[in-house]
């Protein structure tokens, strides 16, 4: 249930910040953040997701003391940073994330199989160095408008599109290894 409130609200942070913009004061917003975050280490007890939850609370704290919008809208930032994290963290000490979810259906993954989800996790680490750049460039030089619609709603329609694009290479692949 703390998994999907997370998820919840780490979706909707950006309209909700948008929208909450013109009627309360920054302050006000960054008990939004606080909330996320309290609620991310309530959840947790991983070094990453605590290192999350921490970065998430001093930039709601920033926020509230300084009353600034701008920490509100680096959020995301650290969302895309810490997955990033994550991602490359499993490169590096295997097997990789990408691996690990498809363990979950394929126990039995064969090394062609392995091969192809590391170069997944290396693509979504790709994704998430493009994401947080331009969820960056958003915060620091666009209307609010526009780190909105980013951030709430194009990041996640490109997060999709990657999503299906897998899905259809993995097809191909997968025909082309049974044809052999």
Avoid at 10 to 37: D, I, K
Avoid at 82 to 111: K, Q
Avoid at 126 to 134: A, L, R, T
Avoid at 169 to 174: A, E, I, L, P, S
Wanted: aromatic share 12%; glycine share 6%.
């Amino acid at each position: 249930m703390r998994t999907l409130i997370i998820a919840v609200l780490t979706l909707a942070y950006p309209a909700v910040v948008y929208f909450g913009l013109g009627r309360f004061e920054p302050r006000w917003l960054a008990l939004l953040l606080a909330g996320v975050a309290i609620v991310r280490a309530l959840a947790t007890r991983e070094k990453v997701w605590l290192i999350s939850a921490a970065g998430a609370l001093l930039l709601a704290c920033v926020s509230a003391f300084g009353n600034q919008t701008f920490p509100l809208k680096l959020y995301p930032v650290l969302v895309n940073a810490v997955m990033l994290a994550v991602f490359a963290t499993s490169l590096r000490h295997p097997p990789s994330i990408i691996e690990r979810l498809a363990r979950l259906r394929e126990p039995d993954l064969p090394p062609a199989g392995i091969a192809y989800t590391r170069r997944v996790t290396q693509v979504w680490c790709g994704f998430f160095i493009f994401n947080g750049s331009v969820a960056l460039l958003t915060a620091v030089w666009a209307t609010d408008a526009i780190w909105a619609l980013y951030n709430g709603l194009l990041s996640y329609l490109l997060m999709g599109c990657l999503f299906a694009a897998e899905w259809l290479v993995r097809q191909h692949v997968r025909a082309r290894v049974n044809h052999v």
